[in-house]
């Protein structure tokens, strides 16, 4: 591609359900050992070959860009609490990208930019990181709790823990003269 030229448009067999409110960012051709697929960024979330459905901003804990390949770590909920809800690593998902365009740098940037708030804080037996997230399309922010490995998320004394933190990071980021 020359200094002016832009990736083509992504062909619509790739396409995947959009819905009227979203549109594309970026887009790269992937494999991941399974099969070759697409990658789509769009404003609402991340496409993944093999999934009927998009990863939100805010569903992702972790994406990493190796150069060759995204390597994306997707949350999935443990527990639900009062007001947010206890997440773990889902199975981390690799996707080698061999002509990546704009979709590293769209897929990090949307990532962090969901990201309102974030402190990792101890918790009894361990630690856990507390943050809030944006959701797009959606008013206000969801709440997490990652609980760090090994830290017990069944122990009545953590979910205290957790509660309370949770409360006072939402209470710091609530305007108070409204």
Do not use: C
């Not at 609490?81 to 889902?90: L, S």
């Amino acid at each position: 591609m020359g200094l002016f030229s832009r990736k083509p448009k992504l062909p619509p067999a790739d396409r995947p359900p959009l819905t009227a409110d979203e549109r594309v960012l970026a887009w790269a051709a992937a494999g991941n050992g399974e099969g070759d697929g697409v990658v789509v960024a769009s404003n609402l979330g991340l496409w993944l070959p093999g999934r009927g459905h998009r990863l939100g901003w805010h569903d992702i804990l972790k994406a990493v860009w190796s150069g060759r390949e995204l390597t994306v770590t997707p949350a999935e909920t443990v527990a639900e609490r009062d007001g947010y809800v206890v997440v773990a690593d889902g199975p981390a998902e690799t996707y080698l990208l061999l002509d990546p365009g704009e979709l590293p740098h769209q897929v990090r940037a949307r990532v962090t930019r969901s990201v309102a708030y974030t402190g990792h804080h101890p918790v009894p037996g361990g630690a856990g990181r507390v943050a809030a997230r944006r959701s797009a399309g959606v008013d206000g922010l969801t709440w997490t709790v990652r609980l760090d490995p090994g830290t017990p998320g069944d122990d009545p004394e953590v979910l205290a823990e957790t509660d309370r933190l949770v409360a006072a990071a939402r209470a710091a980021l609530t305007p108070t003269n409204l």
